[in-house]
């Protein structure tokens, strides 16, 4: 089992920048791929990025290219998520997640969740 806590979410005005961290614990030698889904009020969790594990390989949303840059330190077991110039439409539960299969923008790859933590950018 791989648990994931994430921290850093909070209230900023459109334009702000946000980083949002997560922490692996548990069998993270298992980890293939680390990534971020959000979920605002009334939508499906849609996916945000992810990065493997163990290379530089990430993926974006079309969304938040140029502006999200999702990052990792396998050292300390830590991915992080730097949301740049954020707009009102990012508001959402962001939620750290991880798959022991691939790199992936598919939900059902993901075995692992965190609890998410709310980001609202207000215009």
């Known amino acids: 089992q791989v648990q994931l806590v994430e921290s850093g979410g909070g209230l900023v005005q459109a334009g702000d920048s946000l980083r949002l961290s997560c922490a692996a614990s548990?069998?993270?030698?298992?980890?293939?791929?680390m990534g971020w889904f959000r979920q605002a009020p009334g939508k499906e969790r849609e996916f945000v990025c992810a990065?493997?594990?163990?290379?530089?390989?990430?993926y974006y949303a079309d969304s938040v290219k140029g502006r999200f840059t999702i990052s990792r330190d396998n050292a300390k077991n830590m991915v992080y998520l730097q949301m740049n110039t954020l707009k009102p439409e990012d508001t959402a539960v962001y939620y750290c997640t991880a798959s022991s299969r691939r790199l992936t923008f598919i939900k059902r790859d993901y075995e692992y969740w965190g609890q998410g933590t709310q980001v609202t950018v207000s215009s």
């Open positions: 548990g069998r993270t030698g298992s980890i293939d791929a």
């Open positions: 990065i493997r594990w163990t290379s530089s390989n990430t």
